[in-house]
């Protein structure tokens, strides 16, 4: 099996999901496919090494949650909060729609790893080790960072935070 | 509903139902791929080419070294056998001497792409930010190189506690060590930053000053796997390739590196003609203009031999 046929098997299992996770954070359809693509070019271009590592697809992921946060960051640098949360998410049911709408738009106010971090929590179920390396971070890091969105995002969602999920 | 469940919920209705094209974005991440090669090929061709214009004989070292990936050590051989990385090598990250600090002193480099004396100087940017200790390098490569544009360079890269880093984004405002020294950049920057391997320019503007203006740019590294040290596990490239002294101990590294992304600015100045100055990028302008007001001391303090 050839270079691109191995970087294809693992685009096929894990594109679909880089695309949504880097949707939440950067909030934008079309900027999460850029950041999942170009983490995936850096597959392609790297798999020789890549190739040798325990999980290559943790290492893809990796490159894409760090494009993903740093586009917020430069984002964040142009656009108010309130304009980043964008267009309501494509779903058919009308109360969904305003749920979504809703946690998009708290998530969308805030900072970059807060947002990563509560993404990579809520939507990928990822244990705090994880989440750290994902971020490039220490364990204590990461839980600072989602102990922070959660409070900030129990704020602006009017919900209580029941217990510390980072400890 | 709690906080947890809303956010579970929310997240998935938000994420899960959106249609995903993946054959197309295959098709897009080849053609990505091969015009990433093709570029990068053009661009270290065209590096080695400008390093025979200027007499120079740069190695496979060197080479590897425009492209942020590799170890910079000139060596003597012709230029016929630099090497051009097609992109799928192993990236060999350089000696693990090479993020020591300069010690002051004065250190001439012979085995470097072009002879030259640094000197260097300890002392302290501002006691009132907790007077981090900054060091200065000096020297004169300009009339060996016969370079028209004399050039002072100074990078502003920043140290990063486990507590700021743990405090978000307070990192992007910390300004740390300074490094600054005579250094061949192009006359136009922006041109030259646009074409630099592995960075990439991701917006551009002025700053302005009490006695002008001075452009900037942001760059950011493309290659999420460049690393400048080895016991520095993140995304880095040297902006400017460097001299390198393996006789000169704890000299190791005269460069610029550019940790993930960093903002260059093009400054006129009295007592130089021009200085480009790295910093972090986010940090306000206001800080970058007070930090400017010191730099006709910095400058002035250079004498060039």
Redesign the interface.
Known sequence: MGR?DEV?DL??DN??QV???A??IVQD?GRA?EV???????L???W??VSGHEMPAAWVRR?AV??AV?SV??EQ?LTTALARSGPP????DPA??A??????AA?GRL????RAA??LF??EDRPLNEIADLL???T??AG??LH?A?IR??EL?G????GD?AR | MSLDERMRAGTRAAAGTQPIDTAAAWEEIQMQAQREHTRRTVVLVAAAAAAVVAGVVWGPGIVDSLSGSGEATPVDQPTDEVRVDDGTDDVQPPNAEAGSVIEPGTYTYTDGPFPVTFTTTGTTYDPSRGGDPYRIVLGDPHGMLQMDFPVTVADLSQTVTPEAAAAGDVQESALGELFAGPIEVPADIGAWLEGAVSLRVVEEGRLGLADGEAPWWDIEVSDPSARCFLDVDEPCVFLWPYPDDRNAPQTRQIGTPVFGSARVYAIESASAPLMVVAVNRDVPDEEVSGWLATTDEIVSSITLE
């Open positions: 691109e294809r685009f096929d594109y679909d695309v949504r996770t949707f939440l359809w496919e999942a693509q170009d983490a995936f070019v850096q392609l271009r790297y020789g090494r490159v760090r494009l740093r960051r430069r640098r998410p494509n779903v058919a969904e729609a749920t979504s709408a809703d946690v998009l998530l900072p970059g790893k807060q509560a993404v809520y939507f490039d971070c220490s204590s890091s600072v960072h922070r959660r995002l129990g969602l919900e209580e935070v029941v999920v």
